[in-house]
Nanobody, 120 residues
Framework: QVQLVESGGGLVQAGGSLRLSCAAS????????MGWYRQAPGKQRELVAA???????NYADSVKGRFTISRDSAKATVYLQMNSLKSEDTAVYYC??????????????WGQGTQVTVSS
């Protein structure tokens, strides 16, 4: 019902920057939040950053001060600006949209994932 198209992944050196974009389309009626998760080999998928309908943001402790999440509500697009990248940031990054009227009554949609590789 909701399609997410991600872009911006790639290979960068440690200390570099990268910006991920995710555009939502399809049957959009009420987005509760948009965000980014990541999954490294052998690890669980984890929340990186999210931004809610009201503009509140939350970040994983490991990325605070380095990553910034933002959105363009009119375009239903979320961005993740990643600075001071570390090798530990290497993972597949997935865009996530929660659609509904409350955080406990929403549907999750996922992008295909985009690879971010940080070399050292």
């Amino acid at each position: 019902q909701v399609q997410l198209v991600e872009s911006g992944g790639g290979l960068v050196q440690a200390g570099g920057s990268l910006r991920l974009s995710c555009a939502a389309s399809g049957s959009i009626f009420s987005i509760w939040s948009m965000g980014w998760y990541r999954q490294a080999p052998g690890k669980q998928r984890e929340l990186v950053a999210a931004i809610t309908r009201g503009g509140y943001t939350n970040y994983a402790d490991s990325v605070k001060g380095r990553f910034t999440i933002s959105r363009d509500s009119a375009k239903a697009t979320v961005y993740l600006q990643m600075n001071s990248l570390k090798s530990e940031d290497t993972a597949v990054y997935y865009c996530n949209v929660k659609q509904g009227y409350s955080p406990l009554n929403s549907d999750d949609y996922w992008g295909q994932g985009t690879q971010v590789t940080v070399s050292s």
